[in-house]
């Protein structure tokens, strides 16, 4: 999924200005559903979403440590394990999007939009200690 600067607000790009992904680090993570649909009330659709968390989990990209699903957006803190978080976020938003288009009647990449092509608001929580003892 190409992320650009959202029409709704033409200053996202600068939301990544001095922002990087490290393995290791944790992460919260949110993204919000295009043009806010709470298309999450149906518990069967947020199942859907819910599935593509787990599969991360299980590739090994990140570790998930709690998410909440919302009516129209995700919170998701994770330590991520491997690669980048624009990387994994581009997974979750492009994997979703054609599992949750195929329920709505529309097929592969060319469906509607899930989730707004902004990037994620994402904050470094803590960093990795050295054990103690």
């Not at 490290?22 to 043009?35: D, F, M, N, R, S």
């Not at 069967?44 to 979403?49: E, K, N, T, V």
């Not at 990209?61 to 129209?72: C, E, F, K, N, R």
């Not at 097929?107 to 803590?126: D, L, Q």
Request: contains cysteine; charged residues 20%.
């Amino acid at each position: 999924m190409n992320i650009q600067t959202s029409p709704e607000n033409p200053h996202t790009r600068d939301l990544r200005k001095g922002r990087f992904s490290e393995p290791g680090y944790t992460y919260l993570l949110t993204a919000v559903v295009h043009k806010r649909r709470p298309i999450f009330t149906d518990w069967s659709i947020g199942r859907l979403l819910v599935a593509e968390l787990r599969a991360t989990e299980e590739d090994g990209l990140a570790q998930s440590q709690a998410w909440v699903v919302m009516p129209d957006h995700l919170h998701w803190l994770i330590t991520l394990q491997t690669g980048t978080i624009s990387r994994l976020m581009q997974r979750i938003k492009g994997r979703s999007t054609i599992s949750i288009n195929r329920v709505f009647g529309n097929h592969g990449h060319s469906g509607k939009r899930v989730f707004m092509t902004a990037p994620s608001v994402r904050k470094k929580i803590c960093r990795p200690l050295p054990a103690m003892w």
